[in-house]
């Protein structure tokens, strides 16, 4: 069963561009047309935890916003849980919850508790109900330490965690998180990266995670969307992401003495400090033994043999999507 479904969703922003000169800036006016979302199609499964990731500029907000019906899309399809978001925002509103890690929703004068009792109000918590899910989710959170406390006191790990507390009451079925780890130490990204994955876990919650940072993907997210310029260039399992790249190898060599190798088809010399050589190889194209045998084995002081880092791979498709 689908929870989100995206069928040719675009979104374009018209701006008027002055013209040139005085007489240019006052009486001429240009239309310009800014596609932000350019014809994407995607589905997304009850229970799923998908990364939607890109440069800055690449779209992903704009799709966010127009899943949760804040932006209404010029033209295309939307369907979360049933229901299209620019025509039953208010509706689709207690269903849906969200984490922006640069955006607080929490009243920083007032303590976690007070700002829950409030949502409460806000969702139509029944009072009892309200009750019994803040005991629930400040135990799974660990956050009665500090739940009396003024949120502008708390650390901004302990801030995040009563943020995950606040769009949890209403017991969304889907949550859209925007870099809720950005700025955190650490710890408390581990502690939050294994929360959300409890939560997909044990809930069943849909999540839709955008980030640049690449940890919080590999951990908690098992598909990767990845826009670039309002379109998507790949939409895959992080599992057939990394095993795509396999192809490629960084190999790692130290020799005792400056050596002058020839490189053959399919290995590229990334980088040389002296004796340090780093090197990529297309495996399609050579076999490691072969770039191995590159280097003199009486000079050889050390070698080791990496995957390329999926940060690589991701700028790598980015590039890919500006070329496109």
């Known amino acids: 069963m689908n929870t989100i479904e995206v069928r040719n969703l675009k979104k374009t922003f018209v701006t008027k561009k002055a013209g040139k000169g005085f007489w240019g800036k006052l009486?001429?006016?240009?239309?310009v047309e800014k596609h932000a979302v350019d014809d994407i199609s995607f589905d997304i499964k009850e229970g799923e935890a998908v990364a939607l990731i890109g440069p800055n500029g690449a779209g992903k907000s704009t799709t966010i916003k127009m899943l949760s019906g804040i932006?209404?899309?010029?033209?295309?399809?939307?369907?979360?849980?049933?229901?299209?978001?620019?025509?039953?925002?208010?509706?689709?509103?207690?269903?849906?919850?969200?984490?922006f890690g640069q955006k607080?929703?929490?009243?920083?004068?007032?303590?976690?508790?007070?700002?829950?009792?409030?949502?409460?109000?806000l969702y139509d918590i029944k009072k009892a109900e309200l009750r019994e899910r803040i005991t629930e989710l400040a135990a799974l959170f660990e956050i009665n330490e500090f739940i009396n406390q003024p949120v502008k006191s708390l650390s901004l790990g302990q801030r995040m965690r009563c943020e995950m507390v606040a769009s949890l009451l209403h017991k969304p079925k889907?949550?859209?998180?925007?870099?809720?780890?950005?700025?955190?130490?650490?710890?408390?990204?581990?502690?939050?990266r294994k929360l959300i994955k409890k939560i997909?876990?044990?809930?069943?919650?849909?999540?839709?995670f955008t980030s640049h940072d690449v940890g919080d993907i590999e951990e908690i997210c098992k598909r990767v969307i990845?826009?670039?310029?309002?379109?998507?260039?790949?939409?895959?399992?992080?599992?057939?992401l990394k095993y795509h790249y396999l192809g490629k190898k960084?190999?790692?060599?130290?020799?005792?003495?400056?050596?002058?190798?020839?490189?053959?088809?399919?290995?590229?010399?990334?980088?040389?400090n002296d004796t340090n050589y780093e090197l990529e190889a297309d495996l399609s194209l050579i076999t490691i033994d072969k770039v191995i045998d590159l280097f003199p084995k009486d000079k050889l002081a050390d070698i080791s043999i990496l995957s390329t880092p999926l940060e690589e791979i991701i700028k790598e498709i980015y590039t890919q999507g500006l070329k496109s």
Not at 71 to 99: A, C, D, M, N
Not at 200 to 208: F, Y
Not at 231 to 238: H, N, Q
Not at 254 to 261: A, F, G, P, Q, S
């Open 200 to 208: 997909n876990k044990e809930l069943d919650t849909t999540i839709l």
């Open 250 to 272: 960084i190999i790692k060599v130290k020799m005792k003495e400056v050596v002058k190798i020839n490189l053959p088809a399919g290995v590229e010399l990334v980088t040389q």
């Open 226 to 240: 990845i826009i670039n310029n309002g379109k998507i260039v790949l939409d895959d399992s992080m599992k057939n």
């Open 104 to 121: 607080e929703q929490l009243w920083i004068h007032l303590s976690p508790i007070d700002n829950f009792k409030f949502f409460g109000v």
């Open 174 to 192: 889907v949550l859209f998180f925007d870099e809720p780890t950005i700025g955190l130490d650490p710890l408390a990204k581990d502690t939050l």
């Open 27 to 31: 009486f001429v006016r240009t239309r």
């Open 71 to 99: 932006l209404f899309p010029t033209s295309g399809e939307i369907k979360v849980l049933g229901l299209t978001p620019s025509k039953h925002r208010v509706k689709l509103s207690y269903q849906l919850g969200s984490v």
